[in-house]
């Protein structure tokens, strides 16, 4: 990290925007799904689309293979010049959509640009960092990531009232708050370890290569790879179905109103605020990592017991809500989005981030048009037995391979995984204790 402490701060506090735009877009429209298909008479598949293309799925997955790229190649603040547009053009088209195929696309656009800026802000934020606060400001912009979803649902219960207007002045508010990233996004210094890295490949002749030639180039990213897809990916099928369908399910299964499933969904979410920032803000530079992603992980896995074993009564209701929100602040999210920028050079930490974003986000999507599908016609209890397996499975790699990144500079965190870059593709992993 060359950057100094102001521009960390700086730079954390308007790229954090990013994430709050990321889930707000997703909860915005989970929030009004069963009023856009009572409005337009989407049936179940439908709903599933919808899913699937968003920001929650494969629009997200393939903007980030783009975006990733383009961060490593043309820097971390091209992604900001003009990604945020794109964004501004996709909650807009939602916003005003008079029919099914514009809801769709508007939907799809929006997910392409919010996968594009998640490597660059990631990345950006931990090159920025001081090696003793880098959780702390990963962990503030998961605090923005976790407000979205707090905001709008809060919004979304003061709107209720209007029906389906209501939730396109959600949109409305997404837009505003775009305009304002954009703003200040813009006025961002470029990321120095970028630039350090642009100056040596430009002194040696090198030309940058596409992550795919380096992501599978040699066993250390192979196996970073898998860990960190197989913590995330297990744990975001779970998140990523709540993050649209969950007031979807407390509607039809549990038989609340779009209201009482909003409120649920903001408490849930203002938890989760809350852990992501007096936990894991407060205590990743401090704890052991293994610890502190077990105790969110395991929370995770009773939260889905509660529900699927103790029902939708109102105490089953908020045991989960509190036990997920909490779990959510401290668990895969925030653990991922600070180890995948970490366990990569800088020369492709960005292109990297984009490919296992997008098989993540990508085996969202196919979940996102299945699950609807296994709900309406196995049944909950069979759905939610699935959501602990997915969990129980995304803790024990976690803790198992659990890296020892603490404290430490991305450059010795390099040096003595890599040593020599061009010699890396006869190094082991020995790296994950």
Not at 210 to 224: G, R
């Amino acid at each position: 990290m060359s950057g100094n402490v102001s521009e960390g701060k700086k730079g954390t506090f308007a790229v954090s925007l990013t994430n709050y735009l990321d889930s707000g877009c997703i909860v915005a429209g989970a929030s009004g799904l069963t009023l856009w298909a009572a409005e337009f008479g989407l049936d179940s598949f439908a709903v599933g689309l919808l899913g699937a293309v968003s920001a929650n799925a494969f629009g997200s997955a393939f903007g980030a293979l783009i975006g990733g790229h383009l961060a490593d190649k043309f820097g971390r603040k091209f992604i900001y010049t003009y990604n945020m547009l794109v964004y501004i053009l996709g909650v807009a088209i939602i916003m005003l959509a008079m029919n099914f195929p514009m809801l769709l696309i508007g939907f799809l656009v929006t997910g392409l640009s919010v996968g594009a800026g998640v490597p660059a802000s990631w990345t950006y934020i931990s090159e920025m960092a001081d090696p003793k606060t880098r959780a702390r400001n990963i962990g503030i912009s998961q605090f923005a990531w976790s407000c979205g979803p707090a905001i709008i649902f809060t919004l979304g219960i003061i709107v209720s009232p209007l029906g389906l207007l209501g939730n396109r002045l959600l949109f409305l508010s997404l837009l505003i708050v775009a305009v304002v990233a954009w703003t200040l996004q813009r006025r961002l210094d470029e990321s120095k370890d970028w630039e350090e890295e642009q100056a040596k490949l430009k002194q040696s002749g090198a030309k940058t290569a596409h992550p795919f030639k380096h992501a599978f180039s040699n066993i250390v990213n192979v196996k970073s790879i898998l860990f960190l897809v197989g913590v995330y990916m297990f744990w975001n099928l779970v998140a990523g179905a709540m993050g649209f369908f969950m007031p979807f399910v407390y509607e039809t299964v549990g038989g609340l109103t779009n209201t009482q499933a909003n409120l649920l969904q903001a408490v849930l979410w203002i938890l989760t605020a809350a852990a992501t920032y007096y936990g894991f803000a407060k205590f990743g530079d401090r704890v052991s990592h293994r610890w502190l992603f077990l105790a969110g992980a395991a929370m995770a896995v009773a939260s889905w017991i509660v529900l699927t074993y103790v029902g939708m009564s109102w105490a089953g209701l908020w045991t989960f809500v509190i036990l997920w929100g909490i779990s959510a602040g401290i668990g895969a999210q925030a653990f991922y989005a600070l180890w995948s920028t970490e366990l990569f050079p800088t020369q492709y930490r960005g292109g990297v981030q984009g490919i296992m974003f997008f098989l993540v986000r990508g085996s969202a999507g196919i979940w996102s048009i299945i699950f609807p599908v296994i709900l309406a016609n196995l049944g909950f209890t069979v759905a939610g037995t699935i959501m602990i397996i997915l969990l129980a499975i995304s803790l024990l790699i976690g803790v198992a391979w659990t890296p020892n990144t603490r404290g430490r500079t991305l450059d010795e965190i390099t040096k003595e995984r890599y040593g020599n870059l061009e010699s890396a593709a006869n190094q082991d992993i020995a790296y994950f204790k």
